[in-house]
């Protein structure tokens, strides 16, 4: 069975402009969640989306938006780019997101804001 | 709130050395337990997991015991290889996300 894949893998863009991360989940997880790591604050939950609704949000500022398809991939977005929103953005999906699930990760996408 | 609270890194150990990592947890509830890895460049693996008080995970020859009654779940593994050098992440899971500690990076020496 295939894993999480997420892209682009790697992204430059600049102060301002905005971006748009594709995760794909593993064949039959609904839930997907993102996740943002960076040296400074580790790893920070964003937000959860199951069956196309978000369920569960991080605290992150409104520039910070997703959502899930009917095939349950997800994109994020991230409109007003600043630099420190440069980050490995982590995908992440289970089944359902049920308490005693293993989440599982994608390989990441590194955006880099100039 | 929630958290986790990791033994800080980076740790470095010879080769066939024994690993602990500590970590202790805060959580209002009845939190699951997991382990991940992170190697270079890579998203995060799942090492091991435990969902209530006294189970042990075990995987690739680590191992780790949720204890509630010292809200802990330390990392072990009897002998380390250089293979095993990688950032290690212990996490809990309610209200329907993960929380992370903040990392040990561990470093085996040949």
């Known amino acids: 069975k295939a894993g999480v894949t997420q892209t682009p893998r790697y992204l430059i863009k600049t102060r301002g402009q905005q971006v748009t991360l594709s995760c794909s989940p593993i064949s039959g997880h609904r839930s997907v969640s993102w996740y943002q790591q960076t040296p400074g604050q580790g790893l920070q939950f964003l937000f959860e989306y199951f069956s196309e609704t978000q369920r569960n949000k991080g605290n992150f500022p409104g520039r910070f938006s997703g959502r899930q398809f009917s095939n349950s991939r997800s994109e994020m977005n991230v409109s007003t780019l600043e630099l420190g929103d440069s980050a490995l953005y982590l995908c992440?999906?289970?089944?359902?997101?049920?308490?005693?699930?293993?989440?599982?990760f994608g390989p990441g996408t590194r955006l880099l804001v100039l | 709130g929630d958290s986790v609270t990791q033994m800080e890194g980076p740790v470095t150990l010879s080769e066939e050395a024994f690993l602990t990592i500590n970590c202790t947890y805060t959580a209002t509830g009845y939190p699951s337990l997991f382990w991940y890895v992170q190697y270079p460049g890579e998203g995060l693996q799942l090492l091991l997991k435990?969902?209530?008080?006294?189970d042990k995970g075990s995987n690739k020859g680590f191992e780790a015991t949720y204890r509630k009654e010292t809200t802990s779940f330390h990392l072990e593994k009897g002998s380390v290889q250089v293979s095993d050098s990688a950032v290690y992440f212990c996490?809990?899971?309610?209200?329907?996300?993960?929380?992370f500690g903040q990392g040990t990076e561990l470093s085996v020496k040949p």
């Open positions: 996490a809990l899971w309610f209200g329907g996300k993960l929380i």
């Open positions: 992440a999906s289970s089944l359902a997101g049920g308490l005693r699930e293993t989440q599982y």
């Open positions: 435990a969902t209530k008080a006294d």
